[in-house]
């Protein structure tokens, strides 16, 4: 029943940013739940969970991204195919220390928590510790077809 629920989710969400900036626009409302016209870490957890990034970039299913891992997932989200590692995607969206940056316990893998917070504040471009709406536009652009996580 979950995995149903999160796939009708993710693929509400995929069309809500592909369809125009009024379904963007309620997209961003079904993220903010507490309707205070922001994003919080929380939110964003339960938002940005539902599009399963994670689970599809942990090759080995150990709960944790290497950074091999992630850079494989986000090579195949490029090219369609997983089989190649690029870090020059994720260092030109995110910077060049972005994987270091995020794993907050310098342990060499991500959580799904240091995941979620790397790339949360990696949107959250003014360091508010929200997503506005203005910064949630590039979240839809990200997550669209052709986009830098393609869902």
Not at 114 to 140: L, M
């Given at each position: 029943?979950?995995?149903?629920?999160?796939?009708?989710?993710?693929a509400t969400l995929i069309m809500a940013f592909g369809a125009?900036?009024?379904?963007?626009?309620?997209?961003?409302?079904?993220?903010?739940?507490?309707?205070?016209?922001?994003?919080?870490?929380?939110?964003?957890?339960?938002?940005?969970?539902?599009?399963?990034?994670?689970?599809?970039?942990?090759?080995?299913?150990?709960?944790?991204?290497?950074?091999?891992?992630?850079?494989?997932?986000?090579?195949?989200?490029?090219?369609?195919?997983?089989?190649?590692?690029?870090?020059?995607?994720?260092?030109?969206?995110?910077?060049?220390?972005?994987?270091?940056?995020?794993?907050?316990?310098?342990?060499?893998?991500?959580?799904?928590?240091?995941?979620?917070?790397?790339?949360?504040?990696?949107?959250?471009?003014?360091?508010?510790?929200?997503?506005?709406?203005?910064?949630?536009?590039?979240?839809?652009?990200?997550?669209?077809?052709?986009?830098?996580?393609?869902?």
């Amino acid at each position: 029943m979950t995995s149903k629920f999160t796939t009708v989710a993710a693929a509400t969400l995929i069309m809500a940013f592909g369809a125009g900036s009024a379904l963007a626009q309620d997209a961003y409302a079904d993220w903010d739940q507490n309707s205070d016209k922001t994003i919080n870490s929380t939110e964003w957890n339960t938002g940005w969970g539902q599009n399963g990034v994670f689970d599809r970039f942990d090759g080995n299913n150990d709960d944790v991204l290497s950074e091999d891992e992630l850079n494989t997932g986000l090579a195949g989200q490029s090219t369609g195919s997983t089989s190649t590692g690029d870090a020059s995607r994720l260092e030109t969206r995110f910077g060049d220390d972005a994987y270091s940056n995020w794993d907050a316990n310098d342990d060499g893998n991500l959580t799904e928590d240091e995941f979620n917070t790397g790339v949360f504040s990696a949107y959250d471009r003014d360091g508010s510790g929200s997503i506005e709406e203005p910064e949630f536009g590039d979240v839809g652009d990200d997550m669209g077809d052709g986009g830098f996580w393609d869902v």
